[in-house]
C-alpha cells in the first residue's frame, strides 16, 4: 500500500526566511506521481506541481522550489524569502500508475504542515 | 473557465437525517473524485467516476454513503442516516484522464451532524 508522511506538523517562520516542508513516501510501483497542494484558510486545495517518478530533475519556479530524490523516496518543498501570503496547510501527495503508465488519479495524502508566516 | 464548484459550502444537519452534496466539476474533465477530509488531516479517497462509470469507492465509502454521476458532469453524493461521525469536509475534484492526472478541487462541503 501507498503512503506518504509529513513528519512536520507544523512550522512557523519570520518572513523572507527560506523554509523546507519535508514529504517522504512509500509505493511498491517503479512509476508513480508526486504532487504538492497548498490549502489556504479558504480551504480550497490549490495544485502547485506535479513531477513523475522518472525525471528527477529538480524544479524551481519563482519562490518555490522542489527537490525530488528518488534514493530517498523523498519530494521536498522549498519557499525562499517567505512571505505572509505563503500561510496555508501544505500537502504532499502521492499517485500510482497502471502498467501503461497512466496515472490511476487517486491521491493518497501526507497529513500535511501547517506553515505560519508571521511579518 | 470556471473551477469545480460545490453546494452547498455548508451543511448542519441532526443524527439521522439524510444529506445530498453537489459537484460541478471543470467543464471538459472527464474524471470527479470524491475526498474527505477531517480537523488536521489530508483528504482521503472516497470515489471516482470516469464519465459515469464509477470505477472505485473505498472501503471508507460505507452501505450509508452513495454516490452518482448520471450523466457524466455533475455528480451527487448522498449519506443516510448521518451519524457524527460523518462530520467532514467534503472535497470534490475533476481533472482530465490524459497520461498525467492533475486533480483540480472545490471548495468543499463542510458537514456537521449535530
Known amino acids: 500500500a501507498q503512503k506518504v508522511t509529513q513528519a512536520q506538523t507544523e512550522i512557523s517562520v519570520v518572513e523572507k526566511e527560506d523554509v523546507t516542508l519535508d514529504c517522504v513516501y512509500e509505493?511498491?510501483?517503479?512509476?508513480?506521481?508526486l504532487f504538492w497542494y497548498k490549502q489556504p484558510p479558504s480551504g480550497e486545495l490549490v495544485f502547485l506541481i506535479r513531477?513523475?517518478?522518472?525525471?528527477?530533475q529538480n524544479e524551481i519556479s519563482g519562490r518555490y522550489s522542489w527537490n525530488f530524490q528518488k534514493s530517498t523516496s523523498s519530494f521536498n518543498f522549498t519557499i525562499t524569502a517567505s512571505q505572509v501570503v505563503d500561510s496555508a496547510v501544505y500537502f504532499c501527495?502521492?499517485?500510482?500508475?497502471?502498467?501503461?503508465?497512466?496515472?490511476?488519479?487517486?491521491?493518497?495524502f501526507g497529513q500535511g504542515t501547517i506553515l505560519t508566516v508571521h511579518p | 473557465d470556471t473551477g469545480v464548484s460545490q453546494d452547498p459550502r455548508h451543511k448542519i444537519t441532526k443524527r439521522g437525517q439524510n444529506v445530498t452534496f453537489r459537484c460541478d466539476p471543470i467543464?471538459?474533465?472527464?474524471?470527479l473524485y470524491w475526498y474527505r477530509q477531517t480537523l488536521g488531516q489530508g483528504p482521503e479517497f472516497l470515489t471516482y467516476?470516469?464519465?459515469?462509470?464509477?470505477?472505485?469507492k473505498s472501503r471508507l465509502l460505507s452501505d450509508r454513503f452513495s454516490a452518482e454521476r448520471p450523466k457524466g458532469s455533475f455528480s451527487t453524493l448522498e449519506i443516510q442516516r448521518t451519524e457524527q461521525g460523518d462530520s467532514a469536509m467534503y472535497l470534490c475534484?475533476?481533472?482530465?484522464?490524459?497520461?498525467?492526472?492533475?486533480?483540480?478541487f472545490g471548495p468543499g462541503t463542510r458537514l456537521t451532524v449535530l
Open positions: 475534484a475533476s481533472s482530465f484522464s490524459g497520461r498525467v492526472d492533475t486533480q483540480y
Open positions: 509505493t511498491r510501483d517503479t512509476t508513480y506521481y
Open positions: 513531477r513523475n517518478s522518472f525525471d528527477e
Open positions: 501527495a502521492l499517485s500510482e500508475t497502471n502498467a501503461g503508465g497512466t496515472s490511476y488519479g487517486k491521491l493518497t
Open positions: 467543464s471538459e474533465h472527464n474524471r
Open positions: 467516476f470516469q464519465n459515469e462509470a464509477q470505477l472505485e
